[in-house]
């Protein structure tokens, strides 16, 4: 709101080709330049006042899937909602904290680990499949 009270701060924004969609998302969508808010928009804002003496923060999420267990791991998503509720309760000392580490994802193969899986999966488990329904079309036929 223009009257607002808060500053506020985008701390995540959209892409610049982005934009929000205001009309029914049927047919084909795309950016109408006289009806759609184009990008970059935010996503998260952070807002902050001091009213009374005391500082009110408050945090607006579009989405809060970026703390659900499923995306937790990915690109530093529990870092930056610890992040979030560490400057909510304005403690300045625990903002400071060094993010950890990612864990280690990464496989590293040898170029004759990668043949043998690659072929495994193209003649080992289909020659098995085949040679499994030979070996039971085998057995109905003398049944």
Do not use: C, H
Request: hydrophobic residues 40%; proline residues 4%; aromatic residues 8%.
């Amino acid at each position: 709101r223009p009257d607002s009270t808060f500053a506020v701060t985008a701390l995540i924004n959209s892409g610049n080709n982005s934009w929000s969609e205001t009309s029914k998302l049927e047919g084909n969508v795309g950016m109408d330049e006289n009806e759609d808010l184009p990008g970059p928009l935010p996503a998260i804002l952070a807002l902050q006042r001091t009213q009374n003496g005391r500082e009110q923060r408050i945090i607006i999420s579009g989405d809060g899937d970026f703390l659900a267990n499923t995306y937790l791991g990915n690109a530093g998503n529990q870092d930056f909602g610890v992040r979030l509720v560490e400057w909510l309760v304005t403690d300045k000392n625990l903002i400071e904290v060094p993010s950890r580490l990612a864990a280690d994802n990464f496989l590293s193969f040898k170029k004759w680990q990668v043949s043998v899986i690659g072929f495994g999966f193209l003649l080992v488990i289909p020659g098995a499949l085949v040679l499994n329904g030979i070996i039971v079309w085998n057995k109905r036929k003398r049944a």
